[in-house]
């Protein structure tokens, strides 16, 4: 099985200032067809989860541009330029190449300091 | 809009049964891939099974591999989750994921005695 490994667990983030966190594989994420299948996505407290970003760098709808997603192989990064209240949450990476199982990450807790 | 409604959940003893379902609306439910995702108390996201857009396909963890089954209904646009044999570390809320894009908002399993 793929392990998704995140860091950091924790994040205190400023309102305003930048995050940015890492999601490293156990194993290269590019699929034969030459897609990567490495998704974000958040969870804020008492909600479900949501999903931000698809294949790498794709954001999906309605998703504020302030969230980026990036990496290729087995390195990727979710940053977020200016964190906003609305962005304490769990953070998780998910790998979707090489299933079963779809394996995610433990999660990157993003909390206001 | 895309929805996706859980039920099914509760309390139940150590070896005994449950069955969750997951109504959906809002698209064409037959053309997409499912998932049952499960998040135990205080814990991550982990996937548990699959199933493909005509249910001739599926996919289980090791962890629920021989005690559970996911089956699908696409006239009553109803995916479901047979659970048996249950044991405490089963104990989650489950969501029902449309290819990971929409998420349910989870029902409970409690499994104790």
């Known amino acids: 099985d793929v392990v ?101 990450g433990q999660g990157t807790k993003v909390e206001i300091k | 809009e895309v929805q996706l409604v859980e039920s099914g959940g509760g309390l139940v003893q150590p070896g005994g049964s449950l069955r969750l379902s997951c109504a959906a609306s809002g698209f064409t439910f037959s053309s997409h891939w499912m998932h049952w995702v499960r998040q135990a108390p205080g814990t991550g996201l982990v996937w548990v099974s699959h199933i493909n857009r005509d249910g001739s396909s599926t996919t289980y963890a090791d962890s629920v591999q021989g005690r559970f089954t996911i089956s699908r209904d696409n006239a009553k646009n109803t995916l479901y989750l047979q659970m048996d044999s249950l044991r405490a570390e089963d104990t989650a809320v489950y969501y029902c994921t449309r290819s990971f894009d929409s998420w349910g908002q989870g029902t409970l399993v409690t499994v104790s005695s």
């Not at chain 1, 400023?14 to 999601?23: F, H």
């Not at chain 1, 964190?83 to 995610?104: K, L, N, S």
């Open chain 1, 4 to 104: 998704m490994t995140q860091s950091p667990l924790s994040l205190p983030v400023t309102l305003g200032q930048p995050a940015s966190i890492s999601c490293r594989s156990s194993q290269s994420l590019v699929h034969s067809d030459g897609n990567t299948y490495l998704y974000w996505f958040q969870q804020r407290p008492g909600q479900s989860p949501r999903r931000l970003i698809y294949k790498v760098s794709n954001r999906d709808s309605g998703v504020p541009d302030r969230f980026s997603g990036s990496g290729s192989g087995t390195d990727f990064t979710l940053k977020i330029s200016r964190v906003e209240a609305e962005d304490v949450g769990i953070y998780y990476c998910m790998q979707g190449t090489h299933w079963p199982p779809w394996t995610f």
